[in-house]
């Protein structure tokens, strides 16, 4: 089910380790074989593998164990369509970012330079150029989509809690990912339905009293998509480690 390790930066100096501790072995997969989906199959989930997954996620670590993260999930293909064809109602008449948290006004820098590598790499794996400006568009629009997803989960904290629940909800996201791989469902941590905060809030009634953080797409791969073929790099230890 797992791909060998690959090469994704960091992902070396952890291969350069002996990696004879079945833990470390295990984990070394997981986390260089993780990556970002963009094409599913249409095809529910047992909710019992759902919810093994969210009980994996749930073990992750938080300030003072409060555990802010809150999900709402489309548990059947028919309540996802119904979200899905909602929510492209809604960015026809109201296409304006509304989201919860503000978004970066830029990337700049080697943020920038990052943004554009994963950027690059997506859409050259479908063929589309840097000119291709309506392509691109259209794949964009895919985000609000859920790139056909047959789930999708909303993760939200309480307003109240501040910025360390965002903090918190972060290692949730992280867990729920590398949770779901291991049970062999792809995942696509989706930032871009944050941009509709309101409107996703207010269709499954989530209070204002918690801040939508993004929302996470998943399902089982469509693994032969170009799309879902490409891998995206890592910075290494040294790039994102100071030792004093
Ligand atoms: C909080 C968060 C939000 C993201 N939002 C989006 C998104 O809206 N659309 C998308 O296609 N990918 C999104 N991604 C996926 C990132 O682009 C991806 O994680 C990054 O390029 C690294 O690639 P990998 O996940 O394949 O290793 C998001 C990731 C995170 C963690």
Known sequence: ?????????????????????????ALDRLTSGRSTCRAYQHKALDIKLIRSIIGMAGRSASWCNVQPWQLVITETLESTERFREALMQRIKVHPENESDLPFPPSYDGIYGERRRGAGIALYSSLGIGPKDTERSAQQAFRNFRMFDAPHV???????????????????????????????????????????????????????????MICAISFGYAENEHPVNRFRTTRAGVDDLTRFA
């Open 1 to 25: 089910m797992f791909p060998q390790s690959t090469d994704r930066g960091t992902g070396k100096d952890s291969t350069d380790m002996t990696l004879h501790s079945p833990e470390l072995a």
């Open 153 to 211: 989960a909303i993760v939200t904290v309480p307003v109240e809690l501040g910025p360390y629940a965002l903090v918190d909800a972060g290692g949730f996201i992280s867990s729920f990912l590398l949770a779901a791989y291991a049970h062999g469902v792809a995942t696509t941590p989706q930032g871009a339905l944050a941009r509709h905060a309101h409107f996703v809030r207010e269709y499954f009634d989530i209070p204002d009293t918690q801040h």
